[in-house]
């Protein structure tokens, strides 16, 4: 159980396009979805916290408008990085919690990540 | 200030000796306190976590790791590593309410046939 899945896993894209990843709960409904951004040899860096429909809260430093995330349903958030430039290249990675689960749903379950190139 | 640190960036075992990755951190209240291993380009995984209860939690693939209040600490560790036992592990403590985590910076755990 608790199986979260990312789409595409890999993307390039040319300077300037938009790219949309998925994350989908796969076996239970996710209230509360997080994405994350990886660098090469560090920790996960928070993007966004994604509640189900509501609007996401940005972490400082995040541009909103530049990430957009919408969470419509309890077993999908997208992603969409606009415009997209080469310094955007980076390991996205979701999660997601499951409000039901016993012990309170404090666990997050990650999906594969996605590796985005921009050219 | 809250946190998590993570001392080792890198540990050395070699197979089939125990192995222990450390964490301590600094957060107010009672901690909700997780372990998590990244393999090469994947997502993270779920190994275990300490909510309230037995200060030994046990998880996947044979890890466990012992909440200890008096040194803030949270350390995993396994009585015989494997090779296959090499990624990189992350400890992370919850952070507020809104189930956010704070992350240790990873240590990399190389086991050595």
């Known amino acids: 159980g608790a199986v979260v899945s990312q789409h595409p896993s890999w993307v390039i894209c040319k300077s300037g396009t938009s790219v949309k990843i998925e994350c989908r709960s796969l076996d239970f409904q996710a209230t509360t979805m997080f994405w994350y951004r990886q660098f090469p040899k560090q920790s996960l860096m928070l993007m966004a916290t994604s509640n189900e429909g509501s609007k996401a809260t940005y972490e400082q430093g995040v541009e909103k408008d530049k990430f957009l995330i919408n969470h419509a349903s309890l077993t999908l958030s997208t992603l969409t990085v606009t415009s997209a430039h080469p310094e955007d290249s980076s390991f996205y990675i979701c999660?997601?919690?499951?409000?039901?689960?016993?012990?309170?749903?404090?666990?997050?379950?990650f999906g594969p990540g996605t590796r985005l190139l921009v050219l | 200030a809250q946190s998590v640190a993570q001392p080792e960036d890198q540990v050395n075992v070699a197979e089939g000796n125990p192995l222990t990755v450390k964490c301590t951190y600094s957060v107010s209240g009672n901690p909700y306190l997780f372990w998590y291993v990244q393999y090469p380009n994947r997502g993270l995984q779920f190994l275990l976590k300490y909510i309230t209860g037995d200060n030994l939690v046990k998880g996947s693939y044979g890890f466990e790791a012992e909440f200890n209040k008096s040194q803030t600490s949270f350390h995993l560790k396994k009585p015989s590593a494997l090779v296959s036992d090499s990624a990189l592990y992350f400890c992370?403590?919850?952070?507020?309410?809104?189930?956010?985590?704070?992350w240790g910076a990873g240590t990399k755990l190389i086991i050595k046939p």
């Open positions: 999660s997601a919690r499951d409000a039901v689960e016993a012990g309170g749903g404090e666990t997050q379950y």
């Open positions: 992370a403590v919850r952070f507020d309410s809104n189930y956010q985590l704070i």
